[in-house]
């Protein structure tokens, strides 16, 4: 049986194999390259109209040789600078603020490993610049120790409280108990009026870093939801919102079932962290 073979000018695109990396398609200078090769040039993929000489320079100088077929090698250094630029920025503006957490008895409760969930926060951040004020069965309508006086407290320990830029109260599981929403908003008033006197520079955050799952509270769970946010924006607090999402699985709380379990503590800091980082989060335990 004879065998047919075409002869002419071949039709199909052929990848250049680069004579010092045979992976690489990369142009040469002084080679000849046949009509339809395909070579990378400077982020970019070339193909040869007809026979190019050695002589010809580079693809992206001889348009009348080479059409730029692509540049997605340079779409994807872009995008990985691109990356890494707000990874910077971001490293930057942690490490640039200083922040002071607040909170209840939840920042007083450690994994197996030691570590609440504020240490679980800082760590995840790399930050290094935070003061970690907690206090047992505290709130903003609580009495008589209130978030604002766990603040009063202990901010002797702050040497200048012009450099504070974030305040961030992680609380609610003490507020369940308040009969009423302006209970919660006298103290919130109370908590940034302060603040915004003694820490001039300091944004205020504050969010519900806890569920109500005993029987006597959890019909409460809606309204102290409402009455936090409304609260919050009413004195000027940034409203943490989906913070109150974290603590949604059983399995979050330990034996007690009022305090954080190992995951919950995992689950608080994890959220805390991006919660700083981005601004945001949703919760998708």
Request: glycine share 8%.
């Amino acid at each position: 049986m004879s065998i047919r073979q075409y002869i002419g000018a071949r039709y199909v695109t052929k990848i250049y194999e680069n004579s010092l990396d045979p992976s690489s398609a990369e142009w040469e200078a002084s080679v000849t390259y046949e009509p339809l090769t395909l070579v990378t040039y400077l982020n970019g993929s070339y193909l040869s109209k007809k026979t190019v000489p050695g002589s010809v320079g580079d693809p992206a100088s001889n348009p009348s040789y080479w059409v730029q077929t692509g540049f997605y090698n340079g779409q994807i250094a872009q995008l990985q600078n691109d990356v890494q630029e707000l990874f910077n920025i971001v490293s930057h503006d942690v490490n640039s603020r200083t922040f002071v957490f607040i909170s209840d008895s939840y920042g007083g409760v450690y994994d197996t490993d030691g570590k609440s969930f504020i240490d679980i926060c800082v760590e995840t951040l790399g930050i290094t610049n935070y003061y970690d004020f907690h206090l047992g069965s505290t709130g903003f309508s609580t009495s008589p120790i209130s978030f604002l006086e766990v603040l009063q407290s202990n901010e002797s320990s702050i040497p200048d409280r012009s450099k504070i830029t974030d305040i961030i109260v992680c609380g609610g599981a003490n507020d369940y108990h308040a009969s009423y929403e302006s209970d919660i908003q006298t103290g919130m008033n109370n908590f940034a009026a302060y603040a915004r006197t003694n820490y001039p520079n300091a944004v205020l955050h504050t969010g519900i870093f806890s569920k109500a799952i005993t029987a006597a509270l959890i019909g409460k769970t809606y309204q102290t939801v409402k009455w936090y946010h409304n609260c919050a924006i009413n004195a000027g607090f940034e409203y943490i919102s989906n913070s109150e999402h974290i603590m949604a699985k059983m399995s979050h709380f330990g034996n007690d079932a009022v305090h954080p379990s190992d995951s919950g503590i995992s689950a608080l800091g994890k959220y805390l962290a991006k919660y700083i980082q981005d601004g945001y989060f949703d919760v998708i335990d």
